[in-house]
């Protein structure tokens, strides 16, 4: 993390996301040159890990925390790698978040699913869908951790700019009436009951997206946004070593489709290990119920495991 | 299969804050200004004793910490470890009288941003694992002494 004078731009994030890229690179190397000396910034945990869409908060849904280890008057990033292996799928993310003045975060998380069987069955081997998530998030009031003595939450609101690439099922998709890219709104209030040693969250999202974006935006059975909650809790059994669970309604717009209820969609639920050994490093474990995903092919409920590493300044 | 997810979420975080509470005191006021009746934490603390020895390592700790040391420069130890010993027995409830200046008049003079803040509680949390604290009791002192930060960052 660096302090805040070195700070130039925040508006770069909103252009194309090959810019912010840069500038979140450039940030996060100018915070590691700094990482070496004896470090102030956030207490251990307390921004929270990268989720899947690139912002910080749990693994699946965003909190209202600004994510690195850089508090107020300070400049920070996280970087992250993900992985989700499912009964018949598999997705690889890349995040880079970079946070300012714990007020604004920008962050950029490149997503590769990887449909395997089921690919094969749709006849197109090898399919992959991938999806670039450019994400802006505001710290509207509160401090989750420090305002203990009262049940304000710490509040933020952010956007989700994702961008899918479908491949050859793009033309399914829009078949299905669905587009291939699409913006998520959110608000999240996150509180730490310190004395109680608990983290509550919780985040409504607007959005349209089908199996998060992987399958495109809207659809056939609904094309308008819905507002869905997500609700993470975390119990801290020490200050390395956080214990939870979250819980994900998702809209369910291609269903039903003409392939019937051949491409519902069902909500996402984990429990999870975090644990930070140290300062700069935490890893996450958890197990994924993401429920049925193109069903049509892949009968079977997809649960399975999910890490993540991330490094943080 | 939603509705008994919710459930479940809820019924966890109903039993997660209940447990804690059970083991925690009723929720006191936490303001360093305001004396708490209930002596829990006090006690959990290891009374007065407890409490001196947690201040006896932390005071040598926080001047000798790189981050810290800056502040501390004029600060006379004795003094210190005096005014923290009675803080910490009056917000975790032990009846003591704190008669040192108010943190906003302490803190008025000092440029002290919230990553100092930070920085001296994880100074605190070192001398509360080095006197055997357990962590869920350093939570709820810290919970009481860290709305503090509004009178102590600038």
Redesign the interface.
């Known amino acids: 993390m660096k302090q805040f004078p070195s700070f130039r731009s925040l508006r770069a994030p909103m252009a194309a996301s090959g810019l912010a890229s840069a500038i979140l690179v450039a940030g996060a190397l100018t915070a590691a040159h700094h990482a070496a000396r ?1 470090e ?4 251990l945990l307390t921004g929270g890990v990268t989720s899947i869409d690139g912002a910080a908060g749990g693994g699946l849904t965003p909190w209202a925390v600004i994510g690195s280890n850089a ?4 400049i920070g990033v996280a970087a992250t790698a993900s992985v989700v292996s499912t009964r018949n799928y598999t997705m690889k993310v890349q995040g880079l978040l970079l946070a300012i003045d ?1 007020r604004f975060e920008a962050s950029i998380a490149r997503q590769d699913f990887t449909t395997g069987a089921t690919g094969r069955a749709l006849g197109l081997p090898g399919l992959h869908l991938r999806m670039d998530v450019l994400g802006v998030k505001v710290r509207v009031l509160g ?1 989750a ?6 049940l304000v939450p710490q509040v933020a609101v952010g956007v989700e700019v994702k961008d899918a690439s479908a491949g050859g099922l793009k033309p399914t998709l829009l078949a299905l009436g669905a587009h291939t890219n699409g913006i998520d709104y959110y608000a999240s209030a996150t509180k730490l ?6 983290l ?1 969250n919780g985040t409504l999202r607007l959005t349209q997206a089908n199996q998060n974006g992987l399958l495109g935006f809207g659809g056939t059975a609904q094309e308008g946004y819905r507002l869905e909650p997500e ?1 993470s ?1 975390a ?5 390395k070593l956080a214990f939870g ?1 979250e ?1 994900r ?1 998702k809209p369910d717009n291609l269903n039903p489709s003409v392939l019937g209820n051949g491409l519902k969609e ?2 996402w ?1 984990d429990v999870f290990a975090a644990w930070a050994p140290t300062k700069n490093v935490s890893l996450t474990a958890a197990y994924v119920q993401l429920g049925h995903i193109v069903p049509a092919v892949a009968t079977r409920r997809q649960d399975g495991g999910y890490l993540s590493a991330q490094l943080a300044f | ?2 509705k008994t ?2 459930c479940l ?1 809820t019924l ?2 109903v039993c ?2 209940g447990g ?2 059970a083991q ?2 009723p ?1 006191a ?3 360093a200004s305001v004396a708490t009746d209930d002596a829990a934490l006090f006690r959990a603390l290891g009374g007065r004793a407890g409490i001196d020895a947690i201040v006896d390592d932390f005071v040598p700790r926080l001047v000798a910490d ?2 810290m040391s800056e502040f501390f420069k004029n600060t006379k130890q004795p003094h210190l470890r005096q005014m923290l010993s009675e803080q910490f027995c009056r917000v975790s409830g032990g009846g003591c009288a704190y008669t040192g200046k108010s943190m906003a008049e302490a803190h008025q003079d000092m440029d002290i ?7 001296l ?2 100074v605190l ?1 070192a001398s509360m694992d080095a006197q055997h604290v357990p ?2 009791t350093q ?2 002192l ?3 002494l ?2 503090m ?1 509004r009178e102590i ?1 600038h």
């Open positions: 004896a102030s910034g956030k207490l508090t107020q008057g300070q714990d401090d951790v420090l305002d203990s003595d009262s009951l310190l004395a109680q040693s608990v509550v609700f809790i119990w801290l059994a020490n200050r669970a819980y309604r069902d909500d639920w | 299969m939603t997810l919710l979420i966890c975080a997660a804050l804690a509470r925690s005191a929720v006021p936490a303001s790189p981050r941003a919230k990553a100092d803040f930070n920085a509680v994880e949390q962590f869920a939570n709820r810290l919970a009481r860290a709305p930060h960052v």
